[in-house]
């Protein structure tokens, strides 16, 4: 029987928490961007009672914030590609984004001793979806709220 790998080991803690840190980065600079920048756009459209171009510009953040998270599981197959941890990137690009959106629909898995790297990465998805999700809301109340 062979012995079990230790999944927390050094390699993949620093590699899986480098890419974390990267997509934090590349997270939080979406949401700045959009909170900073297209929200007060958003709130002055949906003042002037212009619903069209407000819906539109809502419709566009969410883009952003879609878009960013693609970067995201770019970032994490290249994590995974790079170290040649996996060694085809259209498979780390699928692995990637079926464990980063925790959908998990590719029966890919890494070997034991960099499975930690899945759990960091789905981790990193909830995480960020779920930031994403709270800026949906603010910003569909800067719509709705107007609307009333």
């Not at 590699?15 to 959009?34: E, F, K, N, P, Y």
């Not at 170290?83 to 085809?88: A, D, H, V, Y």
């Not at 898995?109 to 994403?132: D, H, K, T």
Request: charged share 10%; proline share 4%; with cysteine.
């Amino acid at each position: 029987m062979d012995q079990p790998v230790n999944v927390m080991n050094a390699p993949a803690l620093l590699i899986g928490c480098a890419a974390l840190l990267v997509c934090i980065v590349v997270q939080g600079s979406t949401v700045a961007l959009v909170m900073g920048k297209l929200k007060p756009r958003l709130r002055g459209l949906a003042v002037q009672k212009r619903s069209g171009m407000a819906h539109l510009l809502f419709f566009i953040s969410i883009l952003t914030l879609l878009m960013s998270h693609l970067a995201q599981i770019m970032i994490w197959s290249w994590f995974l590609y790079w170290p040649g941890i996996m060694t085809n990137p259209h498979h780390a690009v699928l692995l990637a984004g079926s464990t980063y959106t925790t959908v998990g629909f590719t029966n890919d898995s890494l070997p034991e001793r960099w499975q930690l790297l899945e759990v960091i990465m789905a981790v990193s998805g909830l995480f960020a979806f779920a930031w994403s999700t709270s800026i949906f809301y603010g910003l569909s109340q800067q719509i709705y709220r107007e609307e009333d």
